[in-house]
């Protein structure tokens, strides 16, 4: 668990620095089991991933059930929902990480790129808009979450990985294409070079 919870703090710090995270934007979890039971640990609401402790890391089990003190992120039921579906998945990322929400509220898709394992489709899955937090968005998202990555509509990426540090790593390698790709639109769109 000490770790769990520790790989949590690491990686939120490292979202916000890397700017891929803002303000009080932004969640991330990480399941580990406890005597055989899945627990995952997750950021608390309204506290800003640079200034998060160990302490403020919020642990519930797969229904929901609050097992330490504090109030989980609000997009628990977001996280639940994919490790529920998602056995494979122990590691959970959330950003508004800003080329990829571009990519979001736009009507383009985000391709694929080489870098971070085999490409099966050409483009990353994406769920259309419900609320922020809502049951729906949980549902739906994990209905439409085929591979690793999930943009969600005028809202934001979701990435998922064998453990917290591949998400993390993977949501920075997105933020990264989502660039690559709008730069080359960009130049593509003039031939004064
Ligand atoms: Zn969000």
Redesign the pocket.
Known sequence: MDDSVKSIVDVSKYLFERKLVSGK??NVSSRFKNNEIDIVAITPTMTSLKNVKEKDIVLVDLDGNVLTKGKPSS?IDLHLSIYKEKKDVNGIV?T?SPFATGFAFSNKNIKRLEGFGPIKKSYLDYVDYEA?GSKKLAEKAVKALSEDVLI?KK??VLVTGSNIEEACFLAEFIEDIAKTQFISHMLNLSDSF
């Open positions: 934007a932004g997009e959330h508004h922020p969600l809202h934001g």
